[in-house]
């Protein structure tokens, strides 16, 4: 029937679709190691948290995406970089 | 007419498929404190950061999900744990 | 044709859905340092870390977006705050 046409065609435009394709996002997270007191993360990713050789708690986020710690001294920087999925 | 049944059939059609059912997703974080060296995130979630006892900040992250204080004496351990919802 | 009326009519009615409005999400974050051991995350924003003077690495997390540093001296506090844009 006409009636079932329709029906049809209308499934099938929608079927083609895929109303919801974007796929559930997730935090993602990597820590990026290095010698000496600066640690940078990958491009597109954010810098969550800094930690620091020699028991050092102070540090800054340089230019968003570098880790600097501040301590006098220092012998490894690690950037915690974290982005969607 | 029969133009108006097409567009009553595809209006119906379209309004069942709730078109954008994803909620705005935001960052939704926590704190898991624990005795020792070692403190783990829930499942689903991840570490963005650590914080130690005795003013320690040094620490890595064990496996993904567990934050691991390094100094020579730590008496408690933080990890951060963030998901989307 | 009946046939590509119905094509027309579907199409069009799909079109002014704009199926995936949802732009692509990603995490941004900054720095909100002060002085003294306390330092809050603006609203809509979580604490992802924190970072304290005098190398502390003792801290913890008041009522979800304030850091508190927790060691005896503390000159400066800075919180690490992030949220989907």
Excluded at 27 to 53: E, H, K, Q, W, Y
């Amino acid at each position: 029937s006409l009636d079932s046409i329709m029906d049809t065609k209308i499934k099938e435009a929608l079927t083609g679709l895929e109303i919801n394709p974007a796929p559930a996002k997730k935090i993602s997270c990597t820590s990026i190691f290095n010698s000496g007191r600066l640690s940078s993360c990958p491009a597109g990713m954010v810098v969550t948290s800094c930690a620091c050789g020699y028991g050092c708690g102070s540090w800054d986020i340089q230019g968003e995406t570098t880790c600097q710690c501040q301590c006098s001294t220092i012998d490894w920087t690690t950037s915690r970089c974290c982005h969607l999925t």
